[in-house]
């Protein structure tokens, strides 16, 4: 196994957890921006797929775009200093991120199954990136 310094196992969690929080950030905002549109459906983008389209690509759709390039590149950061077996499924706490947002701000509730995925996913994490 190779061994690298504990430094960049730290340096890892704190990107790819920042990574996480944009990214949970930034599909809230994606949802965002199917809401000018409706629910989506293939058979209704087929008759007005200019009309669409235009609604979709709004203010928080080229936010949610930047926000996902940022995230990649912060995450990129992360892997490029520790083993990836270890940092991507930290990225998970993407998910925790997301239940945040849109509990927050779009007053979406969190059922007790979701808050137990959550607990689940924080052990997951916490197991896998303590240094034993």
Not at 29 to 47: P, Q, S
Not at 100 to 116: A, D, H, I, T
Request: hydrophobic letters at 60%.
């Amino acid at each position: 196994m190779l061994q690298i310094p504990l430094e960049n196992l730290l340096i890892s969690i704190i990107f790819v957890i920042l990574a996480s929080a944009i990214f949970g950030a930034a599909t809230l905002l994606f949802k965002k921006a199917t809401m000018a549109v409706g629910e989506i459906k293939v058979h209704e983008f087929k008759k007005d797929f200019k009309g669409k389209v235009s609604k979709l690509l709004n203010k928080y759709m080229a936010i949610a775009i930047i926000l996902q390039l940022v995230a990649w590149l912060i995450f990129l950061m992360a892997i490029s200093r520790y083993q990836v077996s270890i940092i991507v499924p930290v990225l998970s706490t993407t998910y925790i991120f997301t239940a945040f947002y849109c509990n927050r701000f779009l007053k979406e509730k969190l059922s007790w199954r979701e808050m137990l995925g959550i607990l689940i996913i924080i052990l997951g994490v916490i197991i896998l990136t303590y240094p034993f």
